[in-house]
């Protein structure tokens, strides 16, 4: 059986879809995100210290392995600003 017009168009589409935002990924890589604001070291450590035992288990439940690294990277930050 051949495919409709409109089935092969929505292929088509779809297609050039996924390559238009490839390449505006490619176009913008590297930039400063759109009215970004730059949050200090300070500030980060702060944030994460104030999150909950509670918190903690349901992000880890959440995010599984992206959490991991969360803590492990905010653990490291941490480390690197403690005085000996």
Request: avoid cysteine; charged fraction near 30%; proline fraction near 2%.
């Given at each position: 059986?051949?495919?409709?017009?409109?089935?092969?168009?929505?292929?088509?589409?779809?297609?050039?879809?996924?390559?238009?935002?490839?390449?505006?990924?490619?176009?913008?890589?590297g930039n400063?995100?759109?009215?970004?604001?730059?949050?200090?070291?300070?500030?980060?450590?702060a944030?994460?210290?104030?999150?909950?035992?509670?918190?903690?288990?349901?992000?880890?439940?959440?995010?599984?392995?992206?959490?991991?690294?969360?803590?492990?990277?905010?653990?490291?930050?941490?480390?690197?600003?403690e005085v000996e």
């Amino acid at each position: 059986m051949q495919d409709s017009f409109l089935d092969v168009l929505t292929d088509e589409m779809k297609t050039t879809l996924t390559s238009l935002k490839g390449e505006v990924r490619n176009m913008f890589k590297g930039n400063k995100p759109y009215r970004g604001v730059k949050i200090s070291d300070a500030d980060r450590i702060a944030k994460y210290l104030s999150i909950t035992p509670q918190q903690h288990q349901q992000y880890s439940n959440q995010f599984g392995e992206d959490y991991s690294n969360y803590v492990s990277s905010m653990e490291n930050k941490i480390k690197k600003y403690e005085v000996e």
